[in-house]
């Protein structure tokens, strides 16, 4: 439950900072930062930034997903003494973000495709108190405020989170580093019904989230052996308290080699969108009668399921990290995860003629699940090198292989394919950084992702393998000015990497394009 933000100290961040551009795709940007001090105790900062980007590529010309956005914020750092330090940081935004939605109600049409911007706007505030005891001890209190304003096309949401976390660090032995911390999150939301098809009930409601943690670093050889045991404790107001175990093993027999092992037990609790949630969608009408000449519509409604249960996952992990050479080393690391209890998308009756809400439907009666169990497994190899001060090249490549199947006596209708579908198997990466000159800097990447055959348009089409590359050129023009050219996606005009649009016509091409695009960002920064 712990609300991390990490952000720079206020005074790593001195002095004025601006840089600005644009290009093809993202069309402008403009981001300023001022940092400052009053007096040896007190440093703050300041920013603002904004910025629109043009629409990716879609099939039939309907460039909506364009996106605006405009954000401010501050941090300010009190050290009141070299063992109490106060910090206070909040931002403010205000956005819109273009998107496509099927908007589904129970008077005609009964579903429509609706493009139009998402309104997104609210605000955060945070305050901490960090507290040295010495000797090893210290502590932190937190809390934070934030209000999210969301209205979409056939949804809205206005919310109000209140979080309060306890964190607490100090070594019981020569041989003990413990932390442990309590946090308590209260979140207040308005559902607004924008479309009968898309509803909470009730709309009005209070998520409760309450943790507890303890953790113990344990040095069982110094230097070569340590282990790492915890747990934490989930509780919300759909269910009691989840423990979360785990175990890790760390030992590095030689100052170039370390090796791993951890074992953990993890949840996901259920949530107001299995818990409160109606979604329904239009199927068709029945054929025309002469008393019903356009047919009765006929619609699917995933209702809310009010005994979802928490998904639960065992873990796995081994790992080995080599340096080969002064310059070279690779990191291994594989997994094995056993899941149940998972989400599924569950049809829980027959087809019945149903008159509330009106006017009267045939309806399709479903709910979401835990009809799903399974297991992954997978491998990631990254190496680096450095064959110069001022060339550095990386890689990585992960293998990932998901195997999900219906749990006994479940009712998915078949839902495994589309889940296993859209996550690669194999992804591989490729960078290469190097400084040319004094002056000069040029990164290239290089991507590679396999077929996502859950992500799809038509039946039968998919997203296809793809590979594409990134460049970047930085020019330091003096000390206080950089100039960069940027080039993203550039091996092809457009490719796909995830699902469709909506689409009134369900025979239409309707994967997403993301577009090549290129900018040019000047950058400029005082007191360097």
């Known amino acids: 439950g712990v609300i991390n933000i990490i952000t720079k100290r206020a005074k790593d961040s001195k002095g004025t900072l601006i840089s600005a551009g644009g290009g093809s795709l993202d069309q402008g940007f403009l981001n300023a930062r001022y940092g400052g001090s009053y007096g040896d105790k007190l440093n703050y900062r300041v920013y603002g930034k904004t910025f629109t980007r043009g629409p990716e590529y879609h099939w039939d010309g309907r460039n909506f997903d364009d996106w605006r956005s405009v954000q401010g914020g501050f941090r300010a750092d009190w050290d009141r003494d070299p063992n109490n330090t106060l910090t206070v940081q909040g931002d403010i935004y205000d956005q819109r973000d273009g998107e496509s939605v099927v908007a589904t109600s129970y008077t005609a049409p009964y579903s429509s495709v609706i493009d139009d911007n998402a309104r997104l706007s609210g605000g955060n505030i945070m305050a901490r108190w960090d507290h040295s005891q010495g000797e090893g001890k210290d502590f932190s209190i937190q809390a934070y405020y934030d209000r999210t304003n969301r209205r979409e096309p056939n949804f809205a949401d206005l919310r109000d989170t209140y979080d309060v976390d306890f964190t607490q660090h100090w070594k019981l032995l020569s041989w003990n580093n413990v932390t ?41 050889v110094p230097k070569v052996l340590s282990l790492t045991i915890g747990t934490k404790l989930l509780n919300t107001n759909f269910t009691s ?19 791993w092992a951890a074992a953990t037990h993890a949840v996901r609790t259920p949530s107001d969108a299995e818990r409160d ?3 329904s969608g239009y199927q068709g009408s029945t054929p025309p009668t002469p008393s019903n000449p356009n047919g009765i519509p006929v619609f699917a409604r995933f209702n809310a399921n009010r005994n979802f249960r ?28 056993h899941y149940h209890n998972l989400f599924s998308e569950d049809i829980t009756g027959g087809l019945f003629l149903e008159n509330d809400p009106a006017p009267p439907h045939y309806l399709l009666p479903a709910e979401f699940g835990n009809g799903l169990k399974g297991q992954t497994k997978g491998v990631e190899v990254a190496p680096e090198w450095r064959p110069t001060e001022s060339w550095r090249l990386r890689g990585s ?16 209708i078949g839902s495994a394919p589309g889940i296993m579908g859209s996550s690669p198997q194999h992804q591989f990466m490729a960078q ?3 400084d040319m000159s004094k002056v000069l800097q040029l990164d290239l990447d290089f991507r590679y992702v396999s077929a996502l055959p859950g992500q799809t348009g038509l039946p039968g089409q998919y997203v296809q393998a793809y590979e594409t590359a990134d460049a970047r050129l930085g020019w330091r023009l003096n000390s206080q000015f950089d100039l960069s050219f940027v080039g993203r996606n550039l091996l092809q005009p457009h490719h796909p990497e995830f699902g469709s649009d909506p689409s009134a016509d369900p025979t239409a091409v309707a994967l997403v394009g993301i577009r090549r695009s290129a900018y040019v960002k000047l950058t400029w920064t005082s007191g360097r």
């Open 180 to 220: 442990w911390g309590l946090g308590a999150r209260f979140s207040h939301g308005h559902d607004l019904e924008v479309v009968s098809g898309l509803t909470f009930l009730p709309a009005i409601r209070t998520d409760r989230l309450l943790t507890a943690f303890v953790q113990d670093e344990i040095t069982l």
């Open 241 to 259: 308290f989840a423990p979360e175990p785990s175990a890790r093993l760390l030992l590095t027999p030689t100052k170039s080699t370390t090796l």
């Open 277 to 279: 949630f109606f979604l």
């Open 310 to 337: 928490p998904e639960q996952m065992n873990g796995y992990e081994l790992g080995f990290r080599q340096m080969i050479h002064q310059n070279i080393y690779v990191d291994i690391a594989s997994f094995f995860n």
């Open 397 to 412: 490549y992960s293998y990932l292989h998901m195997n999900l199947e219906r749990s006994p006596n479940s009712l998915d």
């Open 432 to 434: 290469s950084s190097v």
